[in-house]
T-cell receptor, first 113, second 115 residues
Framework: EPEVTQTPSHQVTQMGQEVILRCVPI?????FYWYRQILGQKVEFLVS????????KSEIFDDQFSVERPDGSNFTLKIRSTKLEDSAMYFC???????????FGQGTRLTVV | AQSVTQLGSHVSVSEGALVLLRCNYS??????LFWYVQYPNQGLQLLLK??????LVKGINGFEAEFKKSETSFHLTKPSAHMSDAAEYFC?????????????FGQGTTLQVKP
């Protein structure tokens, strides 16, 4: 069964460092999303991406964040200068044309120390 | 604007008992509604969804939910709880069309199942 794959499963980084979280969406999907879940809190929408551009973003998705689809298969989330409060589980999701649901990856747990 | 409220951050039931997890939503447009389950240290798995049509929807693992527009609710039920149902459950809403992308999640409800 096709699935969304995220790497790494856990990443530890020092405050102020840049981090890139990687996702491989389901192969024929066209719509891509990032969500985050701070420990003990709800899942929050960050950004959606379609046709090589951001289609919608939340207030959380400030200038420290960027997304890219560099090679037609990967979908990345970059945090330019990490802060302690960026520590969270980050979920990638994708959906195909006409889908009414998004398919989620297993998540990357980011710990900023 | 859309929002989701899950009543009860923790629900505890005995094995074999009815499971009822409550979800109320707010939406200015006809919504799509979802229930996701998250097991410890795992991702989000879709349990069921309501888009259009029949208001009682059945999902995986014996769960079902009923969309009640008049009550703006989408409560999740299961007639008989299993130990394996212990997990975090999230209700979510999106704008009622495909590829809307943006899901708004509730705070989540932790289901504990006692032997």
């Amino acid at each position: 069964e096709p699935e969304v794959t995220q790497t790494p499963s856990h990443q530890v980084t020092q405050m102020g460092q840049e981090v890139i979280l990687r996702c491989v969406p389901i192969s024929n999907h066209l719509y891509f999303y990032w969500y985050r879940q701070i420990l003990g809190q709800k899942v929050e929408f960050l950004v959606s991406f379609y046709n090589n551009e951001i289609s919608e973003k939340s207030e959380i998705f400030d200038d420290q964040f960027s997304v890219e689809r560099p090679d037609g298969s990967n979908f990345t989330l970059k945090i330019r200068s990490t802060k302690l409060e960026d520590s969270a589980m980050y979920f990638c999701a994708s959906s195909g044309q006409g889908d009414t649901e998004a398919f989620f990856g297993q998540g990357t747990r980011l710990t900023v120390v | 604007a859309q929002s989701v409220t899950q009543l009860g951050s923790h629900v505890s039931v005995s094995e074999g008992a009815l499971v009822l997890l409550r979800c109320n939503y707010s939406s200015s447009v006809p919504p799509y509604l979802f229930w996701y389950v998250q097991y410890p240290n795992q991702g989000l798995q879709l349990l069921l969804k309501y888009t259009t049509g029949a208001t009682l929807v059945k999902g995986i693992n014996g769960f079902e939910a009923e969309f009640k527009k008049s009550e703006t609710s989408f409560h999740l039920t299961k007639p008989s709880a299993h130990m394996s149902d212990a997990a975090e459950y999230f209700c979510a809403v999106s704008r009622g069309s495909s590829n809307t992308g943006k899901l708004i999640f509730g705070q989540g409800t932790t289901l504990q199942v006692k032997p």
